[in-house]
Each structure stands twice: as C-alpha cells, then as structure tokens.
T-cell receptor
Framework: GDSVTQMEGPVTLSEEAFLTINCTYT??????LFWYVQYPGEGLQLLLK?????DKGSNKGFEATYRKETTSFHLEKGSVQVSDSAVYFC????????????FGGGTRLMVKP | DAGVIQSPRHEVTEMGQEVTLRCKPI?????LFWYRQTMMRGLELLIY????????DSGMPEDRFSAKMPNASFSTLKIQPSEPRDSAVYFC????????????FGNGTRLTVT
C-alpha cells in the first residue's frame, strides 16, 4: 500500500546551518508529493509541493525535488532560522483517492540561536 | 478567508461522557477530513467526506466514534462514551476536489479525557 517514510527526529541545528530532512515514498504510480509544516499549537500547513518527476517545489527558502529514480522528496534549506523550529511532514497522494494524503511520521526540527 | 474553523479549542471531560467536536470547512471546499494526532501514533486519518458523503471511515477506531456532515459547511465528530485513551488533538481539514489540491487544516481541538 501507500506509505511515506521520513527520518526520525528531533533534528537539532544551530541557526544558519544547512537542513536536510529525508523522505521516501512507495513507488506506485507518480503521486503528487508534499511537505507540510506544523508550528506549535497549530494545524499543519502546506509548505511546498511537486506534481511530477524532476519538479522542484520551493517556498520560504525551503526546497524539495521529486526524484523518481530514488523515490525521494528530501526537504532542504540552506540556512535555517530559529523561527523554522516546527514539525515537518512529508506526504503523498493516496492511490485510493485523488485528494487523500498519506503522511509520514513527522520530523521535529529544533533550531538554536 | 477565515480558514478551517474548529471548536472548541480545548475540551476536558470525564470518562464516559459524550464529546462533540465541530468543524466549519473553507467555503467552496468539497472534501473534508478528520485526523487524530498523538505522540504515540502520530497523525491518523479517521474519516473522509466528499460532497458531504462519507467515503472512507476505515480509520475510525471503534463504534464509540461517529462523524456526520449534514451540509457543506459543517461537520461533527462525536465520541460516546469517551475514554482516557481518546485524549489527543483532533484536526479537521478541507480541500477542493481536484487531485493534488492542498489540505487546509484547522488549529485542532485538544481533548483530554480524565
């Protein structure tokens, strides 16, 4: 079935460090892929998405490239800020329904000043 | 656009009581989802509506849980009777109907059952 696997956290970085959060998905079809971010006390919100192979989604300095050959969608940011501290969720479209998502387990990022 | 609105934000109740969580999706969105989030199990999909009709309720834990969507602008998730293991944050999310349309989440209801 559909699944998304992302690296376990927490990931702790100093401000201005480079961030990578790994995400891989099951390779059934060519699903749209997403990264969502959850700040404390809030619901998830869309950070970026990519709909086909080799697409790069980007937003707020974050980027992720849809890699069909490695079934991956790793999230990167060149220089993190304290305000980026949050939980990040990778997700894919479920094969069972056009707008239902399968989420990974979430990765907590903590950025220290 | 006010976003997805959930109420209440916090609910504390005693075991055995009935709990009703409410959600108002974004106007024009025709798909609605209820999720539950806990530290142990992460984010779990409970039920999914499309055009007010339940499509997939396989994630509903047991018969104590029920969800309704009487119209396009309102949904409820009811737990009767509640148990301490139901303590979690419950999120409602809505989206437009096309494939890949982003989910918009409410800020959740934090439920504590004592």
């Amino acid at each position: 079935g559909d699944s998304v696997t992302q690296m376990e956290g927490p990931v702790t970085l100093s401000e201005e460090a480079f961030l990578t959060i790994n995400c891989t998905y099951t390779a059934t079809g060519y699903p749209s892929l997403f990264w969502y971010v959850q700040y404390p006390g809030e619901g998830l919100q869309l950070l970026l998405k990519a709909t086909k192979a080799d697409d790069k989604g980007s937003n707020k300095g974050f980027e992720a490239t849809y890699r069909k050959e490695t079934t991956s969608f790793h999230l990167e940011k060149g220089s993190v800020q304290v305000s980026d501290s949050a939980v990040y969720f990778c997700a894919r479209i479920s094969n069972n329904a056009g707008n239902m998502l399968t989420f990974g387990g979430g990765t907590r990022l903590m950025v220290k000043p | 656009d006010a976003g997805v609105i959930q109420s209440p934000r916090h609910e504390v109740t005693e075991m055995g009581q009935e709990v009703t969580l409410r959600c108002k999706p974004i106007s024009g969105h025709n798909s609605l989802f209820w999720y539950r989030q806990t530290m142990m199990r992460g984010l779990e999909l409970l039920i999914y509506f499309n055009n007010n009709v339940p499509i997939d309720d396989s994630g509903m834990p047991e018969d104590r849980f029920s969800a309704k969507m009487p119209n396009a602008s309102f949904s409820t998730l009811k737990i009767q009777p509640s148990e301490p293991r139901d303590s979690a944050v419950y999120f409602c999310a809505s989206t437009q109907g096309w494939e890949g349309s982003p989910l918009h989440f409410g800020n959740g209801t934090r439920l504590t059952v004592t």
